[in-house]
T-cell receptor, first 114, second 113 residues
Framework: DAGVIQSPRHEVTEMGQEVTLRCKPISGHNSLFWYRQTMMRGLELLIYFNNNVPIDDSGMPEDRFSAKMPNASFSTLKIQPSEPRDSAVYFC????????????FGQGTRLTVV | GNSVTQMEGPVTLSEEAFLTINCTYTATGYPSLFWYVQYPGEGLQLLLKATKADDKGSNKGFEATYRKETTSFHLEKGSVQVSDSAVYFCALSSGGSNYKLTFGKGTLLTVNP
């Protein structure tokens, strides 16, 4: 298995632009997580999907952030409009909840908003 | 709600020194506990895990024991190497209908030759 695949690996965009981050979870996993990592705040859970349904989005910072999971093999995290304070590394992780196993992380997307 | 508290870093050690990174948790029920490691520029990787009380997880010379009485899951290694330099995260996964992962803030470990 190729693992969790995120794209792009790096994104530089101007303030006000729309940014879309993509994630392909491991096949057969039924839970998906989006995390944001910064030096100041560490690793923050943004949203958690189970069987493609958003279960907990309490970590989504504000209405500028939205996430979708149209099917079991694809998820997006969108920021519109982007702001410099959104600069961070965004991680996607997936897990098979049947047995509560560990989550597997992608390599992350480093977002820089200038 | 669930929470994980781990010792603040950074931790700097010489090669072959003994390592302990403390981790305590608050959770309802019987969570599973994990240690993840993040090398520079990479995502988090599972280092070890324990799913019930008194279980000991181990991998690459690292160990941690699930202590329900003290709600702790401290990470230890008897002799660290330069290649162990990374950020270490303690995490828990709660049961029931919500299997959300909760992470500690991470501890940066630097091992000098």
């Amino acid at each position: 298995d190729a693992g969790v695949i995120q794209s792009p690996r790096h994104e530089v965009t101007e303030m006000g632009q729309e940014v879309t981050l993509r994630c392909k979870p491991i096949s057969g996993h039924n839970s998906l997580f989006w995390y944001r990592q910064t030096m100041m705040r560490g690793l923050e859970l943004l949203i958690y999907f189970n069987n493609n349904v958003p279960i907990d989005d309490s970590g989504m910072p504000e209405d500028r952030f939205s996430a979708k999971m149209p099917n079991a093999s694809f998820s997006t995290l969108k920021i519109q409009p982007s702001e410099p304070r959104d600069s961070a590394v965004y991680f996607c992780a997936s897990r098979n909840d049947r047995g509560v196993t560990e989550a597997f992380f992608g390599q992350g997307t480093r977002l820089t908003v200038v | 709600g669930n929470s994980v508290t781990q010792m603040e870093g950074p931790v700097t050690l010489s090669e072959e020194a003994f390592l302990t990174i403390n981790c305590t948790y608050t959770a309802t029920g019987y969570p599973s506990l994990f240690w993840y490691v993040q090398y520079p520029g990479e995502g988090l990787q599972l280092l070890l895990k324990a799913t019930k009380a008194d279980d000991k997880g181990s991998n690459k010379g690292f160990e941690a024991t699930y202590r329900k009485e003290t709600t702790s899951f401290h990470l230890e290694k008897g002799s660290v190497q330069v290649s162990d330099s990374a950020v270490y995260f303690c995490a828990l996964s709660s049961g029931g209908s919500n299997y959300k992962l909760t992470f500690g803030k991470g501890t940066l470990l630097t091992v000098n030759p």
